[in-house]
């Protein structure tokens, strides 16, 4: 076996760690055979907490997991690390604003880019899934202006398996017959989720569904606004789905696409398909070598120019909060 790749989780005493570093620890990522040293991040009150879930890990007798740091210090935590997934970050609470979740999220984020860029690998890549994730992810990379920013994005893979899932269901298909499916912009209620360029065993998923009003109506709210379900469902937001999503978007860029299908990540815009640049935009990707390219060249209507530009224009006002947050604290 290799040297152990070192892996980081922020977060990891809570929802979505809890199945994260599972999955992580089994090989699911980085590979089988690839061993793994775990690095778990959380604040001071969730040492106990992430104590049981160290205690849990050796329980599991996972072959890949050759070490496991558990700490509350960010410098002990992104020590040389490979790979980040930073989850950790505060939840919405109850009557609480969106720029007051912003305000408070966003200089977690700060200090994490400052630490990393300090204390992790050149080489590191992280995947920023704590909300609001693209923009946490933006001012993550800004903070860390030693590591090169094309080494940051932001997880929309979760929007995108499940875009996939209501296609498949739609359709009374496997969810592998189902590939291609977009998702553009913010992890937010603006998020487009485009089939337009998705297929089904090979054919137009647009042809298959013929449901043009179902395809830009009930389709698009209803990924848009899954997490919300589930919230009403399970009274808790999504973490097993989150979990295995963060780990799909890490395990495609650390292994690649297979020819002919991409995948969503949240990355810098260039301005590409018209987009505002300068903000972690989610289009589709193919990844090669470690390195992801935005897939260019797909026709966009007017339909779709229209849901980029809002999904869009809520980037770059989360950008220019943030920002701002962070230049008032400084
Ligand atoms: N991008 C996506 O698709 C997606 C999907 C689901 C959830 N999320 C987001 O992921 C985040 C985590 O969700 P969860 O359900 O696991 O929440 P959770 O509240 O169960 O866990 C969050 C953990 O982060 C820790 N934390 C808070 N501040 C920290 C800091 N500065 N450093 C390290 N750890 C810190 C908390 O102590 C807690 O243990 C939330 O922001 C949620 O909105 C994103």
Same mark, same amino acid.
């Given at each position: 076996m290799a040297s152990p790749i070192k892996v980081c989780v922020t977060g990891a005493a809570g929802q979505i760690g809890y199945s994260l570093v599972y999955m992580i620890g089994s090989g &699911? @990522?980085?590979?089988?055979?690839t061993p793994v040293s775990l690095h778990l991040l959380d604040i001071p009150p969730m040492m106990p907490v992430l104590n049981g879930v160290c205690m849990e890990i050796a329980d599991? &007798? $996972? #072959?890949? @997991?050759r070490e496991v740091v558990a700490t509350d210090d960010p410098s002990v935590a992104f020590k !040389? %690390? !490979? &790979?980040?997934? $930073? @989850?950790?970050a505060m939840p919405r609470k109850e009557g609480m604003e969106r720029k007051d979740l912003l305000a408070a999220n966003v200089k977690i984020f700060k200090v994490q880019g400052q630490a990393l860029d300090q204390h &992790? +690998?050149?080489s590191v890549r992280v995947l920023v899934v704590g909300n609001p994730a693209n923009t946490n992810a933006l001012i993550c990379s800004q903070y860390a #202006?030693? %590591? #090169? +920013?094309?080494n940051f994005s932001a997880m929309t893979r979760l929007d995108q398996n499940r875009a996939q899932a209501q296609i498949a269901a739609r359709l009374s298909v #496997? @969810?592998? !017959?189902?590939?291609?499916c977009i998702i553009w912009g913010n992890?937010?209620?603006?998020?487009f989720p485009d089939v337009r360029h998705a297929t089904v065993a090979g054919k137009s998923v647009y042809d298959a569904v013929n449901d043009e009003a179902w395809i830009r109506g009930d389709f698009i709210t209803l990924v848009q606004k899954r997490g919300g379900a589930v919230i009403a469902a399970r +009274? $808790?937001?999504?973490?097993m789905s989150a979990a295995k999503a963060a780990c799909d978007h890490m395990a495609s860029w650390w292994q690649g696409t297979p020819e002919g299908s991409y995948v969503s990540m949240g990355v810098f815009s !260039?301005?590409?398909?018209g987009t505002a640049s300068g903000v972690m935009f989610s289009f589709p990707v193919t990844i090669k070598d470690g390195k992801w390219s935005i897939v260019q060249g797909l026709p966009i209507d007017d339909f779709s120019k229209g849901k980029l530009e809002v999904t869009g224009k809520e980037l770059c006002e989360e950008r220019d909060d943030a920002l701002a947050v962070c230049s008032a604290a400084q």
């Open positions: &699911a @990522v980085f590979g089988a055979d599991c &007798a $996972l #072959p890949c @997991v !040389d %690390i !490979d &790979a980040a997934f $930073l @989850v950790g &992790a +690998k050149k #202006p030693s %590591i #090169p +920013k094309e #496997p @969810v592998s !017959d189902v590939k291609n992890h937010s209620g603006t998020q +009274k $808790l937001s999504s973490a !260039d301005g590409s398909y």
